[in-house]
C-alpha cells in the first residue's frame, strides 16, 4: 500500500524557518517526481515545487522561488521542503503527492504550517 | 500564473448529471492534454479522479469522466451520488516557469 506521510509543520514567527519531511513507503520512491502542494485555510490548492527522480532538477511557483528548497533522500524514501523567510501568506497545510504522469496520484495527509507572531 | 477557472458551485439532485468547467489559455489547458481533476473532501487529502484530460485510475467510478475543447476543459459526474459532495480542483501542465496550475475549485452539492 502505498502511503504518504507528512511531519514536521507548527507554528513559526514570520522571517522563520521550518523543515516539512515526507515519509514514502509501499512503492519505488527513488524513480517517481514528487510535489510538495499547499492549501490555504479555506482555499484552493496550490503547486508549491517538484523534483525529479534523483534530485537534480527542482521547479517551484514564483512565490516560494529563493525562499524554499526542495530535496530528497532515496535512501530513506524521504522528501524534504527547507522553508525560510516564512510570510504570513504561507500559511497552508502542505501536502506532498507523487507524479503520476502529469498528474498527483497519491497524496500524504497534510502538515500544517502557521505563520504568525 | 494565475489560476484556472472554475465555478464556485454546482448542485445536482440524486441521479442527475452535473458538468464542471475549467478554463484556462493556450498555456496551459489548450496547449497540452494534461488536464487532471481531483476530488476532495472535507478535511481529507485531494483524490485523483482524471488525468491526461480523460483517463480514469484504477478504481475511479466510471460515473467520472473528462473532456477538452480549445482552452476549457469538463469533468461530468453522471448519476450524482451522496458521496459525490465534495469540492472539485482540476489542474494542468503550463508552460509557465510554474510547470503546474490548479483550478480555483468547484463546490459540488447533491440536492
Known amino acids: 500500500e502505498v502511503q504518504l506521510v507528512e511531519s514536521g509543520g507548527g507554528l513559526v514567527q514570520p522571517g522563520g524557518s521550518l523543515r516539512l519531511s515526507c515519509a514514502a513507503s509501499?512503492?519505488?520512491?527513488?524513480?517517481?517526481?514528487m510535489s510538495w502542494v499547499r492549501q490555504a485555510p479555506g482555499k484552493g490548492l496550490e503547486w508549491v515545487a517538484n523534483?525529479?527522480?534523483?534530485?537534480?532538477?527542482?521547479y517551484y511557483v514564483d512565490s516560494v522561488k529563493g525562499r524554499f528548497t526542495i530535496s530528497r533522500d532515496n535512501a530513506k524514501n524521504s522528501l524534504y521542503l527547507h522553508m525560510n523567510s516564512l510570510r504570513a501568506e504561507d500559511t497552508a497545510v502542505y501536502y506532498c503527492?507523487?507524479?503520476?504522469?502529469?498528474?498527483?496520484?497519491?497524496w500524504g495527509q497534510g502538515t500544517l504550517v502557521t505563520v504568525s507572531s | 500564473q494565475s489560476a484556472l477557472t472554475q465555478p464556485a458551485s454546482v448542485s445536482g439532485s440524486p441521479g442527475q448529471p452535473i458538468a464542471i468547467s475549467c478554463t484556462g489559455t493556450?498555456?496551459?489547458?489548450?496547449?497540452?492534454?494534461?488536464v487532471s481533476w481531483y476530488q476532495q473532501h472535507p478535511g481529507k487529502a485531494p483524490k485523483l479522479m482524471i488525468y491526461d484530460v480523460s483517463n480514469r485510475p484504477s478504481g475511479v467510478s466510471n460515473r467520472f469522466s473528462g473532456s477538452k475543447s480549445g482552452n476549457t476543459a469538463s469533468l461530468t459526474i453522471s448519476g450524482l451520488q451522496a458521496e459525490d459532495e465534495a469540492d472539485y480542483y482540476c489542474?494542468?501542465?503550463?508552460?509557465?516557469?510554474?510547470?503546474?496550475?490548479f483550478g480555483t475549485g468547484t463546490k459540488v452539492t447533491v440536492l
Open positions: 503527492a507523487r507524479a503520476f504522469f502529469r498528474s498527483f496520484d497519491y
Open positions: 523534483l525529479n527522480e534523483d534530485g537534480s532538477k527542482k
Open positions: 509501499g512503492f519505488s520512491f527513488s524513480t517517481d517526481w
Open positions: 493556450s498555456n496551459d489547458v489548450g496547449g497540452y492534454n494534461y
Open positions: 489542474s494542468s501542465y503550463t508552460s509557465s516557469s510554474t510547470p503546474y496550475v
